[in-house]
Structures are given as structure tokens and as C-alpha cells.
């Protein structure tokens, strides 16, 4: 018998198994459609952090994460010893306007605060940021040095070979032994819906283009809405659309097209590489737009984490602890907007 079993092997999934593996549980992972197989799976893997202003329970929850991060992706490669494809290179938006500038540089200084010295948001000239920068009609761009990258198959892989080396089980069926946790993604909150006969969670599906452009270690663009990632082996994530209503979760269309335009209006330098994949997903999002973690409202014992919609593996590293210490020790320090009563 195992002490618990996590059922979904994604982000969220696979780093609750492993915190708990860290704490010295045995864990079993079920997964019938292979590590990474949903939106986890997919190619953008950018890790940025929210606005540093209005701060809130979630912006600190994703701020502690991306701060926990290093250590975490460190920590998981050297046990695995397959490389998740992190790496905190940081993020370069232009701003576009004289209000946008006046923001900028009031965020500068709340994220001197807000930040506590762990990463700066700083307003620089667009030439000091060279060649590798968004067109900015101000001529000023924002660095900031907190967003991260990681490439999402590498790191589920990565993950997946940790648990493995520590003792987990990754199984495509098995039974449910010990505390049950549900991370089933997309579908798991609208079975979740269905059983409450109310909404309270969906799925938004996203597309996204892979390029083949060897840019490791510069730092990633958002231009106009979409994210410019370039990735540790040798391509760079072009992401992505946002769609309520969609008919084949796994089918590409016009709509990317339109994103890789933008792209490429951002970074002329991108037209000439070879497009390797285009790909599509559904992302599972909460009805209160926040991470779903915490006791399941219907299953006596079980729990729930879900709902990481477009940063769920910017939180992954937080939300593999808080749900450890909640299913191993008993003590809940998750956010009460997390909880799913918050999207009852």
C-alpha cells in the first residue's frame, strides 16, 4: 500500500508526487495517457511573473514560487538526471506609449519593494538590451530579471525520472491506495462541474508554433500579447491563443497564424526559421481564475490540485509543497482563495 496516489501526470501532478516522495511518502502516479500527455505537454514554457502592483495572495504564492524555482529544477535534475530546460533568463517587453513609460517606471519601484531584492524590474533604453529586443516606439523596454523559462516535455520528463529514481510509481492504472489526489487537468474540472451541477472550472484550449532558432540564453519577448521563448535546445516557443469555444482541443487553425504574424512584427529576425510544430491544448482554469488546491469537496479523504491554466508550472514548485504538507502533515497554508469551496 502506498500513502497516496496521485491521479493526472502533469505539472501539477507530477510536483505533488514529488514533494511528497521528498518527504519520505510513498507515491503512486496514474496516468493512463503517458507522463505530459495534456496541456503539460505542450512547448511555451514561460515562466513570468504578474504586474508588481495590487498585490494579492496569488501574485505572493507565484512570487515565492518563482523564487523557489532554481532550487527546485536543480534539485529534481540531479536526482532524474534528465535536464528540465530551466533557466531564469529573464524577459524584455517594450513599452509602447508615454502612459505606458509612466507605469513602467512606477512598477520599477514597487518591485523594488515587492520583489524584497530576489529580481528588478527596471526600465532601460531599447539599444542597451542589443540586438536580441522587441521594437519599442518609446525606445524603452522592461527587463525584468524574475520570469524564467523551462521546456515543458523536458521538465514533466525530468520529473517523472526524479520520482522514479526516489522510489515512485508511474503507472497507467493501478488502484487508489492511501490519500487520493486529483490532477487531472481540463477534464477533471469539468467532471468536477458536473457533479456539483455547476460550473466551477473549464477548459481554455491554446495553440502554439516551435521554431528552430538557437537563442539558449537570451531572455524571452512579450510583444503584443504573445509570448517569444527561447528554449535550451535549440528552438524557440511562439504562444498563444486563448480560446473559450473550441470543437478538436488538439487541432490548429488560422488563429496561430495570426499570433506568429505578431511575432514576427516583434522580432523580424524569427521569419526565417523553420517552423518545427504546431501544436494545441486545452489548459485547465478555475472558475476563480486561481489555482484549485486543497481538500475535494465531494470525496471524503481526497484532494484536489488543478486549475494552473497559463502559469501552472510557474506555480508548480509552491503548489507541490502546500499540497505536501496538507495531505502529509495535516497543516494548510494554501491561500483560502485557492481552495475549491472559492470556485463553489
Known amino acids: 500500500m502506498v500513502d497516496v496516489t496521485v491521479m493526472g501526470a502533469g505539472a501539477f501532478g507530477l510536483s505533488v508526487a514529488w514533494s511528497c516522495l521528498q518527504r519520505g511518502a510513498s ?32 501574485k505572493e504564492f507565484q512570487f515565492q514560487s518563482l523564487i523557489k524555482a532554481e ?29 505606458g ?6 512598477r520599477e519601484q514597487s518591485a523594488a519593494n515587492l520583489w524584497r531584492g530576489h529580481a528588478s524590474w527596471a526600465v532601460i533604453r531599447q539599444e542597451s538590451a542589443g540586438e536580441w529586443v522587441p521594437n ?8 525584468d530579471t524574475l520570469s524564467a523559462r523551462m521546456h515543458p516535455r523536458m521538465a514533466c520528463a525530468a520529473l517523472a525520472a526524479a520520482i522514479r529514481a526516489k522510489g515512485g510509481e508511474i503507472v497507467p492504472s493501478g488502484l487508489q491506495e492511501g490519500a487520493v489526489v486529483w490532477a487531472t487537468g481540463w477534464q ?26 538557437d537563442r539558449p540564453n537570451l531572455p524571452q519577448i512579450f510583444a503584443d500579447s504573445v509570448h ?40 523580424p529576425v524569427l521569419k526565417s526559421a523553420k517552423v518545427l510544430e504546431r501544436w494545441a491544448g486545452v489548459r485547465p482554469r478555475a472558475k476563480s481564475r486561481a489555482p484549485m488546491l486543497g481538500p475535494h469537496p465531494l470525496r471524503q479523504g481526497a484532494f484536489i490540485a488543478n486549475g494552473g491554466f497559463k502559469i501552472g508550472f510557474g506555480m508548480a514548485p509552491k503548489v507541490g509543497d502546500v499540497m505536501a504538507q496538507l495531505i502529509l502533515d495535516g497543516t494548510d497554508v494554501i491561500p483560502p482563495d485557492f481552495h475549491p469551496k472559492a470556485s463553489l
Not at 529544477?73 to 530546460?85: D, F, H, I, P, Q
Not at 477533471?188 to 516551435?210: C, E, I, Y
Not at 480560446?243 to 514576427?264: C, G, H, M, W, Y
Request: glycine share 14%.
Open 71 to 99: 532550487g527546485f529544477w536543480a534539485e529534481v535534475e540531479a536526482t532524474g538526471g534528465l535536464s528540465s530546460g530551466y533557466g531564469r533568463t529573464g524577459r524584455l517587453q517594450p513599452i509602447l506609449n508615454n502612459r
Open 136 to 143: 519599442a516606439p518609446t525606445g524603452f523596454v522592461i527587463h
Open 228 to 267: 517569444i521563448v527561447p528554449h535550451v535546445d535549440g528552438t524557440i516557443a511562439i504562444g498563444s491563443t486563448s480560446e473559450r469555444e473550441f470543437e478538436n482541443p488538439t487541432s490548429t487553425d488560422d488563429q496561430i497564424d495570426a499570433v506568429l504574424e505578431r511575432a514576427f512584427a516583434a522580432m
Open 101 to 106: 513609460l509612466e507605469l513602467a517606471r512606477a
Open 188 to 213: 477533471g474540472l469539468v467532471s468536477l462541474s458536473d457533479d456539483m451541477g455547476r460550473m466551477v472550472g473549464n477548459g481554455v484550449k491554446g495553440q502554439a508554433v516551435l521554431l528552430e532558432l
Open 27 to 58: 507515491v503512486r502516479v496514474i496516468e493512463p495517457h503517458g507522463v505530459g500527455a495534456g496541456a503539460s505537454g505542450g512547448i511555451v514554457g514561460a515562466l513570468a511573473p504578474h504586474t508588481p502592483e495590487n498585490w494579492n495572495d496569488k
